[in-house]
């Protein structure tokens, strides 16, 4: 006992010198940015690991990973059950009840197991969590230096065989990250040489891409590391790997490529369905606050249309355009056009076009919109969108890189400064239709990440705060079906965070070229049925839609090249499409007709979708309420007379 003591006074000596006559830092002339190591003392011992008893309970050979220590139950330290969403102890709960997941934790490695899409591999370190929030489409594994978010993939259109997958991978995957050109017109950067395929993983062929963001500003995640991965010969499904982080990350993803493997399907993946709480800005002007609930309380349909010379581009281009806005609103407005005045007036803007800024049209809202609800003019809708191209040059400059880099702050101000010098309340319809692979925000064009879209809405959202912007409402607005068909490119992984966004857009066009059109009832049921566990708290509008009447041109995929047909040859049934709208809207609040419960305010998109064709324009979807439509626009008059909102009296 007394050379324990003895030894223990020893050693503690020994420690005090060592601490005292230590060089630190300064005195060595090195730098460290690490933090001091807490004081010990002898007696202070880290306690061994002991294996976690659970492991046992859910363990299978098929999780053995040799190559990062992970063998059996007894090399496992941690154990985390989740199923349906949620972390449960009951560990002899069977997978193929629900959507469950596994984390085990090793010494210095963690397994993940996803039973319901069959898939497994490792992280090469310890401290990773679980985001199970939309776990049908995609699963986010978080750690202190990345997120890796994970989806399966099996929604291939164009058929289960290699020029199926080409056809896939080459328009709607790698299109964009694999080029030069698009990098670098973004500051991007590879940060190694594309790998070879075959190599990466036995038996798979993976496609990995390195990137990360140069000038990155206050980015935390300025590293990406992608990777596609297919079974070799294999064409059915794939598993898309994205990763973020804030340092580069290059070998450690390698591991987790590595150390993927697939094995049977058990359950089912499902998002929690969970309706978004809503909550009501706090710093909201009464009018704007007014409205909404008017607004939302509505047992009718508030109403508008987009004409082609409603827009926003320079505060210029509304004096020179001014007197074609007014013709275009009377014909619309007019006694042969609806012969009502709109509820909500819209119009579209963006960053810019090709390097020259674009403004809030102060001036035309005055003037044309200017409504509250109560005072008999028109509400702004306001779309406002991050391109500077009209969304034309996908392949080369997005903005939204940019504005992660803080780049658009000033221009969000001056924006922000605008909307709330107009003072009324604002629709503000921010990126529409970004579920897409036809705009400049997409995650198509954002390294494959909607987190990116998130995060961009966040920062103009924040800007506007810090402005004191109190007339805003916030629309948040993909469209009725997602393209690329995909898991990751689902609307609800764009969702800002339910604080930033105070309704739900719509978007659902039949475009009225086949030999028959599908039904409002058709096509908006299935929107009710897809965001109603969802948006439930939320008031929606359809934001922009319409039925076509037959372009001129018609795609004809037989051929692979468009083929004359009849301009407007089916307006008959776009008459009885818009007839069948508005009956449907006449039951309003009835049994049956609960798919229309949410529904507050539409918006018809009256203009055309054109294509240059061998050298000529043709109009490809007719969408206009041309004058020549009579019989579409007596349609519209009938029903918009009598069930629309007439928040805005004719005069």
């Known amino acids: ?75 496992v330290y941690g154990v985390d059950y989740y199923f349906d969403g949620e972390k449960i102890e009951d560990y002899a709960r069977d997978p193929a009840e629900g959507d469950a997941k596994l ?102 062929t993976v496609l990995e891409y390195d990137i990360y963001m140069r000038n990155p500003g206050d980015v935390e995640y300025p590293y990406y590391n992608i990777a596609i991965l297919r079974r070799t ?70 109403w508008g249309a987009f004409t082609k010379t409603i827009v926003s581009k320079q505060d210029s281009s509304y004096a020179v355009r001014r007197g074609e ?21 819209p119009t579209y803007s963006a960053l810019g076009w090709y390097g020259t800024e674009s403004y809030f049209p102060l001036d035309m809202a005055e003037e044309f919109a200017g409504g509250n609800g109560f005072n008999g003019k028109p509400v702004l809708q306001f779309t406002y969108q991050f391109t500077e191209s009209n969304n034309g040059n ?24 605008d909307i709330k010098s107009y003072g009324k309340p604002v ?17 198509i064009c954002a390294l494959l990440d909607p987190d990116i879209f998130r995060m961009t809405w966040s920062r103009l959202y924040g800007i506007f705060e810090e402005e004191g912007v109190d007339n805003c409402i916030w629309i948040f607005n993909p469209i009725a079906v997602s393209c690329p068909y ?46 109603m566990p969802y948006f439930d ?3 929606w509008i359809i934001s922009e839609f319409a039925a076509g009447c037959g372009g001129e041109k018609l795609y004809d995929y037989g051929i692979s090249a468009y083929r004359d047909t009849v301009l407007g040859r089916n307006q008959a049934q776009q008459a009885q499409w818009i007839a069948d709208m508005f009956e449907a809207f006449s039951h309003y609040g009835e049994e049956g007709y609960e798919y229309l419960s949410h529904i507050k305010g539409a918006i018809w998109f009256s203009c055309n979708d054109y294509a240059d064709i061998d050298g000529k324009t043709y109009i490809i979807n007719y969408l206009d309420l041309a004058p020549e439509l009579t019989q579409s626009l007596a349609a519209f008059r009938e029903g918009v007379n009598a069930t629309g909102a007439k928040t805005v009296p004719k005069e």
């Open 486 to 531: 995909s898991n990751w490119g689902e609307a609800l992984n764009y969702m800002p965070d339910p604080s930033q966004m105070q309704a739900l857009g719509l978007t659902y066009y039949e475009m009225g070229n086949g030999t028959s059109l599908m039904s409002f009832e058709s096509m908006y049921k299935t929107l009710y049925e897809i965001n």
């Open 394 to 417: 996908l392949g080369g400059y997005n903005p939204s890189f940019d504005i992660l880099r803080g780049r658009y702050d000033d221009q969000f101000r001056r924006l922000a400064q």
């Open 103 to 204: 984390l085990l934790t090793g010494e210095s490695a963690t397994r993940a197991v996803n039973f319901a899409y069959g898939y497994l591999f490792t992280f090469p370190y310890t401290g990773v969590m679980l985001d199970n929030s939309l776990s049908a489409y995609r699963t986010k594994y978080i750690s202190e230096n990345s997120v890796l978010t994970v989806s399966y993939e099996d929604k291939n259109p164009y058929g289960d065989n290699e020029n199926g997958w080409n056809i896939y991978l080459t328009e709607w995957l790698n299109i964009h990250i694999s080029s030069l050109d698009f990098l670098a017109a973004n500051e991007l950067s590879r940060s190694r040489p594309l790998p070879d395929s075959e190599s990466l993983l036995e038996g798979y």
């Open 1 to 75: 006992m007394l050379t324990k003591r003895v030894t223990g006074l020893l050693l503690a000596m020994l420690l005090v010198l060592s601490v005292l006559f230590a060089c630190t830092p300064a005195e060595s002339g090195a730098e460290s940015s690490q933090p001091a190591p807490a004081e010990s003392s002898a007696e202070e011992s880290e306690e061994p690991k002991v294996p976690d008893e659970n492991a046992k309970l859910v363990w299978d050979e098929l999780y053995a990973d040799e190559a990062n220590g992970i063998v059996s139950p007894s090399d």
């Open 427 to 443: 629709l503000f319809r921010l990126n529409n239709e970004m579920n897409t692979d036809w705009t400049s925000y997409s995650g």
């Open 233 to 302: 010969g294999e064409y059915d499904h794939f598993v898309l790997m994205v990763m973020k982080s804030k340092t580069k990350n290059d070998e450690q993803f390698d591991k987790i490529v590595a150390s993927f493997a697939e094995t049977e399907q058990v359950g089912e993946a499902k998002n929690p369905e969970t309706a978004f709480e809503f909550e009501l800005p706090e710093n909201w002007s009464d009018e704007t606050r007014s409205y909404y609930e008017l607004f939302s309380a509505a047992q009718n349909v508030s």
């Open 537 to 539: 708290n939320y008031p």
């Open 325 to 345: 806005i007014i013709t275009n609103l009377d014909r619309l407005q007019g006694e042969n056009g609806w012969d009502y005045n709109f509820d909500i007036l």
